[in-house]
T-cell receptor, first 111, second 114 residues
Framework: QKEVEQNSGPLSVPEGAIASLNCTYSDRVSQSFFWYRQYSGKSPELIMSIYSNGDKEDGRFTAQLNKASQYVSLLIRDSQPSDSATYLCAVNQGGSEKLVFGKGTKLTVNP | GAVVSQHPSWVICKSGTSVKIECRSLDFQATTMFWYRQFPKQSLMLMATSNEGSKATYEQGVEKDKFLINHASLTLSTLTVTSAHPEDSSFYIC??????????FGNGTRLTVT
């Protein structure tokens, strides 16, 4: 079973700070990486996708991918209380459309 | 953007009965849809891959005769939980993707079996 590992948290940061979320994966042939945000009782919502090494920025969010280290991260700048949620890292199972999810990191942004 | 609609959003049923959950892609055609299950404080676990016009592919440990999947058109997949038991109570989420687009999720169905 291919695995995706995340620190379950909870991670607490003050409003306006940078929140850093990390994820490692075991399947070396994975090519697609995603970060989803899930509010309690709700379905996951796509935040970022990244496919190549390096950084990808979208507004306050930056995804970072290092395939050699099998590591993907998400940075949230200027964190807001509304960012408080569980963030799920998802990685495609090599050669297929299936996504394997981590258990998620719960983020709390304190006003 | 792509939208995936799931219905119902919640359902309560008695043990032994069957429940059908619908998943629709509203503005794109999805040849493949995925069904996930999420228990409290757990991650999403893939149950099966639904392929339009063919049999679904089930993940290891998922009973195909209990969780019936039908993908009759390019925009609709259904999951039927047959002879439901309290241990089937969970959050069921479908997802779909169009060509060259990431996976999008439906709003999920909270199933409670009493």
């Amino acid at each position: 079973q291919k695995e995706v590992e995340q620190n379950s948290g909870p991670l607490s940061v003050p409003e306006g700070a940078i929140a850093s979320l990390n994820c490692t994966y075991s399947d070396r042939v994975s090519q697609s990486f995603f970060w989803y945000r899930q509010y309690s009782g709700k379905s996951p919502e796509l935040i970022m996708s990244i496919y190549s090494n390096g950084d990808k920025e979208d507004g306050r969010f930056t995804a970072q991918l290092n395939k050699a280290s099998q590591y993907v991260s998400l940075l949230i700048r200027d964190s807001q209380p509304s960012d408080s949620a569980t963030y799920l890292c998802a990685v495609n199972q090599g050669g297929s459309e299936k996504l394997v999810f981590g258990k998620g990191t719960k983020l709390t942004v304190n006003p | 953007g792509a939208v995936v609609s799931q219905h119902p959003s919640w359902v309560i049923c008695k043990s032994g009965t069957s429940v059908k959950i619908e998943c629709r892609s509203l503005d794109f055609q999805a040849t493949t849809m995925f069904w996930y299950r999420q228990f409290p404080k757990q991650s999403l676990m893939l149950m099966a891959t639904s392929n339009e016009g063919s049999k679904a592919t089930y993940e290891q440990g998922v009973e195909k005769d209990k969780f019936l999947i039908n993908h009759a058109s390019l925009t609709l997949s259904t999951l039927t939980v047959t002879s439901a038991h309290p241990e089937d109570s969970s959050f069921y989420i479908c997802s779909a993707r169009g060509i060259l687009s990431p996976l999008h999720f439906g709003n999920g169905t909270r199933l409670t079996v009493t």
